[in-house]
């Protein structure tokens, strides 16, 4: 039933992640896969196109600005 795993397409997929805040600055850690997100990697294992985090208030992740609700792009679509 293909819409049962509306989270996977043919390229890419959805992971829900953790964010671990140290002082401003965020670190992502994908525990599907069991490591940490680098804010740089935009093509092969482990790039990610963006994310969206919930958080009290803004923090930095790398160059990225993260914002509560909102989705931050890293890569373009492939």
Same mark, same amino acid.
């Given at each position: @039933?293909?819409?049962?795993?509306? !989270?996977?397409?043919?390229? +890419?997929? *959805?992971? &829900?992640?953790?964010?671990? $805040? %140290?002082?401003? &600055?965020? $670190?992502? *850690? =994908?525990?599907? *896969? /069991?490591? !940490? %997100? =680098?804010? *740089? +990697?935009?093509?092969?294992?482990?790039?990610?196109?963006?994310?969206? +985090? #919930? %958080?009290? &208030?803004? @923090?930095? !992740? /790398?160059?990225? $600005? %993260? +914002?509560? /609700?909102? !989705?931050? #792009?890293?890569?373009?679509?492939?």
């Amino acid at each position: @039933m293909p819409e049962a795993f509306n !989270w996977i397409g043919t390229k +890419v997929l *959805y992971h &829900e992640v953790c964010i671990v $805040r %140290l002082g401003p &600055e965020a $670190r992502i *850690y =994908d525990p599907t *896969y /069991g490591f !940490w %997100l =680098d804010p *740089y +990697v935009q093509v092969g294992h482990g790039a990610h196109i963006a994310v969206r +985090v #919930e %958080l009290p &208030e803004a @923090m930095s !992740w /790398g160059s990225h $600005r %993260l +914002v509560n /609700g909102q !989705w931050t #792009e890293i890569a373009s679509h492939v």
